[in-house]
Antibody
Framework: QVQLQQWGAGLLKPSDTLSLTCAVY????????WSWIRQPPGKGLEWIGE???????NYNPSLKSRVTISVDTSQRQFFLRMSSLAAADTAVYYC?????????????WGRGTLVTVSS | QSALTQPRSVSGSPGQSVTISCTGT?????????VSWYQQHPGKAPKLMVY???ARPSGVPDRFSGSKSGNTASLTISGLQPEDEAEYYC??????????FGSGTKVTVL
């Protein structure tokens, strides 16, 4: 059974850098794009960006200047770093899988990590 | 890149049908056949219900169907069940290798 397990610091201060990790257990690691998506409390979903197994990335234009997504294929992990955090970055952060040639949707999700930005 | 527009809420009685709209522009919904829909229960991660406008992943009941006309995509739930009560989000490819989500619709089963 394919699973995404994610972890990272949950309480950060303004101007800090957020770091999250998502590990892929089971299934193929190539053939997909691996995304980060966030959801502020009580609000909708926002796509942050994605990476594939070879390290090719794409980002939401509105967040691109603060975000870096990277991958470690040998460990089957991918990562999110977001700098210059503000209170507006408080959200549940999800990792998710997008199928390139099969199911072209976010068909597998992590459980989410609540990141709170507060002084 | 603005969020796609969805109605805040829709409701129906068990067994009825409800339709959720998702309105974008020619740069996202209208420009690509890459619209997907997600169901989210409180405190849970979203679940993929429809992809490529009309396709259903394995295990999703055929009560859920998707369509698109111009810049508006729609998700129809036929034969509404109590377990269908949830928040629903659309998502579209928006060009430039990016995605945009809808604002979300709360479905209430009366």
């Amino acid at each position: 059974q394919v699973q995404l397990q994610q972890w990272g610091a949950g309480l950060l201060k303004p101007s800090d850098t957020l770091s999250l990790t998502c590990a892929v257990y089971g299934g193929s690691f190539s053939g997909y794009y691996w995304s980060w998506i966030r959801q502020p409390p009580g609000k909708g979903l926002e796509w942050i960006g994605e990476v594939n197994h070879s390290g090719s990335t794409n980002y939401n234009p509105s967040l691109k200047s603060r975000v870096t997504i990277s991958v470690d294929t040998s460990q089957r992990q991918f990562f999110l770093r977001m700098s210059s955090l503000a209170a507006a970055d408080t959200a549940v952060y999800y990792c998710a899988r997008w199928g390139i040639t099969t199911v072209r949707g976010f068909d597998l999700w992590g459980r989410g990590t609540l990141v709170t930005v507060s002084s | 890149q603005s969020a796609l527009t969805q109605p805040r809420s829709v409701s129906g009685s068990p067994g009825q049908s409800v339709t959720i709209s998702c309105t974008g522009t020619s740069s996202d919904v209208g420009g690509y056949n890459s619209v997907s829909w997600y169901q989210q229960h409180p405190g849970k991660a979203p679940k993929l219900m429809v992809y490529d406008v009309t396709a259903r992943p394995s295990g999703v009941p055929d009560r859920f169907s998707g369509s698109k006309s111009g810049n508006t995509a729609s998700l129809t739930i036929s034969g509404l069940q109590p377990e269908d009560e949830a928040e629903y989000y659309c998502c579209s490819y928006a060009g430039g290798y990016s995605f945009v989500f809808g604002s979300g619709t709360k479905v209430t089963v009366l």
